[in-house]
T-cell receptor, first 112, second 113 residues
Framework: GEDVEQSLFLSVREGDSSVINCTYTDSSSTYLYWYKQEPGAGLQLLTYIFSNMDMKQDQRLTVLLNKKDKHLSLRIADTQTGDSAIYFC????????????FGGGTRLMVKP | DAGVTQSPTHLIKTRGQQVTLRCSPK?????VSWYQQALGQGPQFIFQYYEEEERQRGNFPDRFSGHQFPNYSSELNVNALLLGDSALYLCASSLQGGLYEQYFGPGTRLTVT
């Protein structure tokens, strides 16, 4: 199975905040990523965080990184139905952005 | 600005056959990586090509091979197909020495019967 772990499913109501969690294994990973995958589509890069940062905010997205616990989270503010998708976290084990190790994905369902 | 493109979108093959999948990277990118995504799972790294050479490889057998052309486009070849090779094959492009961002194509859905 994957070394990067995520919960399988999250359901929220439209307008609420969503928090998707991830634990990773390689403390030397330089970058950690969040990708979004809609049904039948490829992966869309949402955001990434450098390992020397604790937090990164990008519009409705906030990424929190706890290096001590190897825990990464993605918070989506004011979640919309269009945010329904599978979200993957990934770590960059070769520290060059070219060889990503992904979690199994969290399916986010947003109810109107 | 063209993004990452892949062809074909869908493919059905029989066990034991061979298949070739194609990828054109995002404009300005020189590195192509291939990933296999089985149903319900996250993508798994197959290998990466840069300067027409395989630079890194994941835990995949030699039945999986690739090529990169001078225009940076790439092919993934799989020989002696097994039922377990059925998956979505994703191509991602990036720029060596650039920002650590990989951009993914829409994928090729391979079904082995």
């Amino acid at each position: 199975g994957e070394d990067v772990e995520q919960s399988l499913f999250l359901s929220v109501r439209e307008g609420d905040s969503s928090v998707i969690n991830c634990t990773y294994t390689d403390s030397s990973s330089t970058y950690l990523y969040w990708y979004k995958q809609e049904p039948g589509a490829g992966l869309q890069l949402l955001t990434y965080i450098f390992s020397n940062m604790d937090m990164k905010q990008d519009q409705r997205l906030t990424v929190l990184l706890n290096k001590k616990d190897k825990h990464l989270s993605l918070r989506i503010a004011d979640t919309q139905t269009g945010d329904s998708a599978i979200y993957f976290c990934a770590e960059d084990r070769d520290n060059a952005g070219n060889m990503l190790t992904f979690g199994g994905g969290t399916r986010l369902m947003v109810k109107p | 600005d063209a993004g990452v493109t892949q062809s074909p979108t869908h493919l059905i093959k029989t066990r034991g056959q061979q298949v070739t999948l194609r990828c054109s990277p995002k404009s300005g990118h020189d590195t192509v990586s291939w990933y296999q995504q089985a149903l319900g799972q996250g993508p798994q790294f197959i290998f990466q090509y840069y300067e027409e050479e395989e630079r890194q490889r994941g835990n995949f057998p030699d039945r999986f091979s690739g090529h990169q052309f001078p225009n940076y486009s790439s092919e993934l070849n799989v020989n002696a197909l097994l039922l377990g090779d059925s998956a979505l094959y994703l191509c991602a492009s990036s720029l060596q020495g650039g920002l650590y961002e990989q951009y993914f194509g829409p994928g090729t859905r391979l079904t082995v019967t």
